[in-house]
């Protein structure tokens, strides 16, 4: 067992504040990482202030983790000491069910190991995340990162990167496909990214008129202005593939109304409240609204491969720890461009 330093909450309403996480000794299997950046998610912000119900303090979030290896157990084949290493939002699965056998540990039917606010597989020992100095998780739910990325710009793969990169794949974006991207935040850049990436034609729907000069550098070829009644009569039947992002309650019938005969719309957004659907937004044109969790071990992997590949990495703000408060506040005020990074030698 070590000790690591970390910033905590104690409840939904306090500051963060210095703690201490005890780390277990490293097992056979386990990798230690010295955490160098971790990203600020917006499911960290949701999960701080219990809007999804059930969250457990203290609470030390993160689930966008990059860091170098600094022991490895008896039996680990993956990683060497010194290497880099990443963890998403997943640190353990029962890796027997169903759905483990598919890949989708982030699915389990025990439960997944979530990297914070949630317990081991023993399902009592509490999980504490990635704003903290170190952490000690099994090989397999380690991922290899490329020394050719920025490492601080790598971290939002973890989480941002995945759960945008495995709807795409799922719906088997390639060269033309229209792609519409709708929020034009961490998930929503790195949506922008990939998707462009892909070779789809991609256009950013925005609340924020700002962001349109960005949007274009980051690879969307259109942009629409959603606070504009008249986006959605000119964008209408447009789009193959919706990936909608935004993180508060909003009106879906109205995004459904720009997919194509036989489209889809993927939420990744979580907003606290839920919004209703008419039957009739699905019935004509045969839509498709499905919804996306993160992505499976194996396929983050493969989308941080295809990352370093692709030289993509996150447009990201580093900050010291010091500044999570702050830093909430400000992606609460629709204020982030477009990734908020701890960096962790600040603790
Ligand atoms: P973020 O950086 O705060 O970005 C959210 C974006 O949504 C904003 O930049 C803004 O874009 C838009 N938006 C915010 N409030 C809005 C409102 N009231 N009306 C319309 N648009 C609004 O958040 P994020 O980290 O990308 O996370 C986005 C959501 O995805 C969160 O709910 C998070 O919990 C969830 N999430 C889900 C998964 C999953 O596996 N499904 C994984 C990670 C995160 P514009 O300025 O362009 O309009
Ligand atoms: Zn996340
Ligand atoms: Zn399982």
Not at 252 to 275: D, F, I, Q
Request: net charge negative; hydrophobic share 40%; charged share 20%.
């Amino acid at each position: 067992m070590t000790l690591a330093k970390a910033y905590a909450v104690s409840s939904p309403t306090a500051a963060f504040a210095p703690f201490q996480v005890e780390r277990r000794a490293v097992g056979a299997h386990d990798v230690q990482i010295e955490i160098a950046f971790c990203g600020i998610c917006h499911s960290d912000i949701h999960q701080v202030r219990d809007e999804w119900g059930g969250s457990k303090y203290p609470m030390v979030p993160g689930h966008e983790i990059v860091g170098r290896v600094t022991a490895v157990g008896a039996h680990v084949t993956k990683f060497q000491i010194g290497d880099l290493a990443g963890v998403g939002c997943m640190v353990d699965s029962c890796r027997t069910c169903p759905s483990c056998e598919r890949q989708l540990e982030q699915f389990c039917q025990k439960g997944s190991a979530f990297t914070y606010n949630g317990t081991e597989m023993d399902r009592k020992t509490p999980t504490y995340g990635g704003y903290s100095s170190s952490v000690v998780v099994d090989e397999a739910f380690s991922l290899k990162v490329s020394p050719k990325l920025d490492l601080a710009a790598v971290a939002p793969l973890l989480c941002a990167g995945i759960t945008t990169y495995s709807p795409l794949r799922r719906f088997k974006t390639k060269a033309g496909d229209k792609v519409g991207v709708v929020g034009l935040g961490g998930l929503g850049h790195m949506a922008v990214k990939l998707a462009a990436a892909m070779g789809a034609e991609v256009t950013m729907l925005s609340t924020s008129p700002s962001k349109e000069a960005d949007a274009r550098s980051l690879g969307a070829h259109h942009f629409g202005l959603t606070s504009d009644p008249a986006t959605f009569k000119t964008l209408a039947g447009s789009f193959d593939l919706i990936i909608d992002t935004i993180s508060a309650p909003h009106d879906y019938n109205k995004y459904l109304g720009l997919l194509r005969l036989e489209g889809a719309m993927v939420l990744l957004g979580v907003p606290p409240e839920p919004t209703p659907v008419a039957a009739g937004s699905l019935i004509f044109g045969h839509k498709v609204l499905t919804g996306s969790l993160i992505g499976g071990i194996a396929e983050t992997q493969e989308m941080l491969d295809f990352c370093a590949e692709h030289g993509i990495v996150s447009d990201i703000e580093l900050i010291p720890v010091q500044q999570v408060d702050q830093a909430y506040d400000r992606m609460l005020k629709n204020d982030v461009r477009y990734r908020f990074v701890l960096d962790m030698k600040t603790l």
